[in-house]
């Protein structure tokens, strides 16, 4: 009788594997798929031949956000096949996952090849109860092949080492969330704008693109009628348009100056036009930042995580999309303030010139996107240590 071909193992057809180390990870909600990623970014400046595997669980909804270099989907089923083949091909160096530790076959099949595995991010309803198949009978063993778990929570931690789980290797961290390296500025510029600016009130349009220019050129207009000092900064998204936006502020007779060109923002200037290169300088000296790229609805959007790192506090349209569960965040927080029309935008910018206020909001943007620097921090010095006990290891076979 001819045997039935049989259909191939999902590893099978996937993309080959780079050269170098890999890094899996694993995720079960969009935010934390952002934050893997963005480890796996920072390692790559560390360890430039390092690659970064991401899966994450069935049905979660990725679309628009900045991803890992090799986004593969959902993990093949659990068996001992699947497993197998998967683990023969990608050959993972170390791995971070996060949720539930559900995958028995797998966390068995990395634990006999030695590879290194950071459960992070456990939280107390990721937890199984003892009617879970993994705590009661097998729990020691599976527990036994994860390297570490983080949990921000001590209930989960006390649990876990009820468990079993040796005391040394559960520690308690913040929740794995996407943490900010805002761009830097020249420290004398910083200072000698803030002499020029004085106790002048200024906001900011980061990564405008030329076609919101309008809408926001009359947002200052609305502005200024109450706050007639008031200057706007506008960043622009794509540096070949500064002549454009130029000729474009020429025509709407708002005094401006050109910083590309040498024009600083006199007492007579309203506008301030830029490439959108020192942003670091410029959300330092903004109490108040609208995040552009954003006001057309179908728009993607832009990261708001260096603004609020810097401390400004946070405007946006309804084009997020790329990033929305990071600016729900920062709304929930009291740090981000969407703006759905353009008397929203200029009664937003002129209530948020009150310091109190804009400071309010600043503060909570930085509390948010720097809470779980030392999670990340924490996670990239373990990771790197599993990559170099692997490199030892290769390097005496």
């Known amino acids: 009788m001819q045997r039935r071909p049989t259909a191939p193992s999902r590893s099978s057809v996937l993309q080959p594997r780079p050269k170098g180390e890999l890094l899996w990870v694993h995720a079960t909600t969009p935010e934390r798929y952002l934050a893997l990623c963005d480890i796996g970014r920072r390692l790559k400046s560390l360890r430039p031949d390092l690659s970064v595997l991401a899966s ?236 552009a790229s954003s006001l057309d609805p179908a728009a993607q959007g832009q990261s708001p995580l260096d603004a609020a790192a810097l401390g400004s506090a946070l405007l946006h349209g309804p084009g997020i999309h790329a990033h929305r569960e990071l600016y729900e965040r920062l709304a929930k927080a009291g740090a981000a303030q969407p703006v759905r029309a353009q008397t929203d935008m200029a009664d937003a910018v002129v209530a948020l010139s009150a310091p109190d206020k804009a400071a309010e909001m600043a503060l909570a943007g930085w509390q948010s996107v720097t809470e779980s620097a030392a999670t990340t921090d924490k996670l990239l010095d373990k990771v790197q240590a599993l990559l170099d006990q692997r490199e030892d290891t290769n390097a005496g076979t």
């Open 56 to 291: 994450w669980e069935p049905g979660l909804r990725l679309t628009g956000t900045v991803g890992c270099d090799i986004p593969i989907g959902p993990l093949p089923d659990d068996t001992a096949t699947e497993a197998r083949d998967f683990l023969n091909h990608w050959q993972p160096d170390a791995c971070i996952w996060t949720g539930t530790p559900s995958r028995r076959v797998m966390l068995k099949q990395l634990r006999e090849r030695k590879t290194g595995v950071l459960l992070a991010d456990l939280l107390e309803n990721e937890v199984p109860n003892r009617a879970s198949r993994w705590l009661p009978d097998q729990r020691k063993r599976l527990l036994d092949g994860l390297t570490c778990i983080l949990t921000p929570s001590k209930a989960v931690q006390a649990r876990l080492i009820r468990a079993g789980f040796p005391a040394g290797r559960v520690e308690l961290a913040a929740k794995l969330r996407v943490s900010a390296i805002p761009p830097g500025c020249n420290d004398d510029e910083l200072a000698s704008m803030q002499q020029v600016l004085g106790s002048r009130p200024v906001w900011l349009a980061a990564h405008a693109k030329l076609s919101e220019l309008p809408q926001i050129l009359e947002t200052h207009r609305a502005a200024l009628r109450l706050l007639h000092r008031l200057l706007l900064v506008i960043a622009l998204d794509d540096p070949q348009d500064l002549d454009a936006a130029a000729k474009l502020l020429q025509d709407s007779g708002l005094p401006f100056a050109d910083w590309e060109n040498g024009g600083e923002p006199e007492d007579l200037c309203q506008v301030l036009l830029t490439s959108g290169e020192d942003l670091g300088l410029w959300y330092r000296l903004s109490p108040v930042a609208l995040i």
